[in-house]
């Protein structure tokens, strides 16, 4: 079955920026997506189709995809952003997660 | 706006069913994919299914395949995941959220319920 790998931990100085991703077969030439969960909450959608933003979502988020790698970089990263983060795609007719990467500002 | 709320959690033996709804408003439910995603306390996130705007089209995650199947009623904005043989480590909170197209291949997550907690144990 498809897999989709991420670190299980960055860490980020506030206003420095953050990278984070996430590895799978080809994962280039599918969609991805990223999903920001604080703890407590539902996941929201940061990024989809590579590197689009849904309204109301700061334009310090930004995605890339390319090869067998998919990006999230959160430019100028703010205390606000300490939250997991999922990466996710579709491999024939399923859904994968990545294993989520907890993002730390300190 | 777009609301999920989703119902029917519990504590349920091993074995035995359970059947989830997800109540949907603030949007054209019958013009949207869903889908059941759940996640294992401390754990990350797990795609369980999901299922076209017209009921023609259901997906599943192949750990739930033969066991759980989803469904909607367009006519009462309703999401159903009817969950059999549940195992203890199908414990989990059972988010529904709704697909951004009407098809379901391809699709992503735009909204996401509070979800429902589901607890497998004896």
């Known amino acids: 079955s498809y897999e989709l790998t991420q670190p299980p931990s960055v860490s980020v100085s506030p206003g420095q920026t953050a990278s984070i991703t996430c590895s799978g077969d080809k994962l280039g030439d599918k969609y991805a997506c990223w999903y920001q969960q604080k703890p407590g909450q539902s996941p929201v959608l940061v990024i989809y189709?590579?590197?689009k933003r849904p309204s109301g979502i700061p334009d310090r988020f930004s995605g890339s995809n390319s090869g067998n790698t998919a990006t999230l970089t959160i430019s100028g990263t703010q205390a606000m952003d300490e939250a997991d983060y999922y990466c996710q795609a579709w491999d024939s007719s399923a859904v994968v997660f990545g294993g989520g990467t907890k993002l730390t500002v300190l | 706006q777009v609301q999920l709320v989703e119902s029917g959690g519990g504590v349920v033996q091993p074995g035995r069913s359970l059947r989830l709804s997800c109540a949907a408003s603030g949007f054209t439910f019958s013009s949207y994919g869903m889908h059941w995603v759940r996640q294992a306390p401390g754990k990350g996130l797990e795609w369980v299914a999901v299922?076209?705007?017209?009921?023609?089209?259901?997906y599943y995650a192949d750990s739930v395949k033969g066991r759980f199947t989803i469904s909607r009623d367009n006519s009462k904005n309703t999401l159903y995941l009817q969950m059999n043989s549940l195992r203890a480590e199908e414990t989990a909170l059972y988010y529904c959220?709704?697909?951004?197209?009407?098809?379901?291949?391809?699709?992503?997550?735009?909204?996401w319920g509070q979800g429902t907690l589901v607890t497998v144990s004896s």
């Open positions: 959220a709704k697909a951004n197209t009407a098809t379901v291949k391809l699709s992503y997550f735009d909204f």
């Open positions: 189709q590579h590197s």
């Open positions: 299922i076209s705007y017209d009921g023609s089209n259901k």
